[in-house]
């Protein structure tokens, strides 16, 4: 069975500050990991994926195998960044197909 | 413009009833899903489609079922089984293959059983 572990329901820094979101996983295979963003009355979309190693809006995230986890981190917050942020890992489930699981979430709030 | 149509946004339900949750896209996608988004829980995955004519279930299937006999369309009836089933509901579609991980979503749509 996959499992996403977000352990922080909901995260306050201020404006300027670091940003570390945590991710944990439990997979048996190779995982693919990704991190997806809903900012107030939008959609929820990708933010990014750990195969591109690309960094988006300022955020990173690399995948750790040894600790099986995959932070979500920013140098600097920024008001905008506040939003709820989801981890998700997509792993095989069998008859050929691929399941997205996803953690319960982190709400970033970005004190002006 | 394309994208994912969710209908409606806003739902009431009386107890017993079944209801249809409509979802349809245009991204030519051959996979689709319905999410659960509850406060705290995440999302969890009711039902999923990799092709026309075929679904799966997902981790809380019980209570709802789908169909897919269009590749453009997904819908997802509640059931009165569904024993707790006001809650926000995610429709998404991505193309097939291995592993993709880009799911696309709809704007949602609100559940309320009075």
């Known amino acids: 069975a996959q499992r996403v572990t977000q352990p922080e329901k909901l995260l306050s820094v201020f404006k300027g500050a670091p940003v570390e979101l945590k991710c944990n996983y439990s997979?048996?295979?190779?995982?693919?990991l990704f991190w997806y963003v809903q900012y107030s009355r939008q959609r929820l979309q990708l933010l990014l994926r750990h195969i591109s190693r690309e960094s988006i809006k300022g955020f990173t995230a690399d995948l750790n195998k040894g600790e099986t986890s995959f932070h979500l981190k920013k140098p600097f917050a920024q008001e905008e960044d506040s939003a709820m942020y989801y981890c998700?890992?997509?792993?095989?489930?069998?008859?050929?197909?691929?399941?997205?699981?996803f953690g319960k979430g982190t709400k970033l709030s970005v004190i002006p | 413009d394309g994208g994912i149509t969710q209908s409606p946004k806003y739902l009431f339900r009386k107890e017993g009833q079944n209801v249809t949750l409509s979802c349809e896209q245009n991204?030519?996608?051959?996979?689709m899903y319905w999410y659960r988004q509850d406060p705290g829980q995440g999302l969890r995955l009711i039902y999923y489609?990799?092709?026309?004519?075929?679904?799966q279930k997902g981790d809380i299937a019980e209570g709802y079922s789908v169909s897919r006999e269009k590749k453009e369309s997904f819908p997802l009836t509640v059931t009165s089984a569904q024993k707790n089933p006001t809650a926000f509901y995610l429709c998404a579609s991505s193309t097939s293959g291995a592993n993709t991980g880009e799911l696309f979503f709809g704007e949602g749509s609100r559940l309320t059983v009075l």
């Open positions: 991204l030519n996608h051959d996979a």
């Open positions: 998700a890992l997509s792993g095989y489930s069998g008859a050929g197909s691929y399941q997205l699981t």
């Open positions: 997979y048996s295979g190779s995982p693919e």
């Open positions: 489609s990799q092709i026309v004519n075929d679904f």
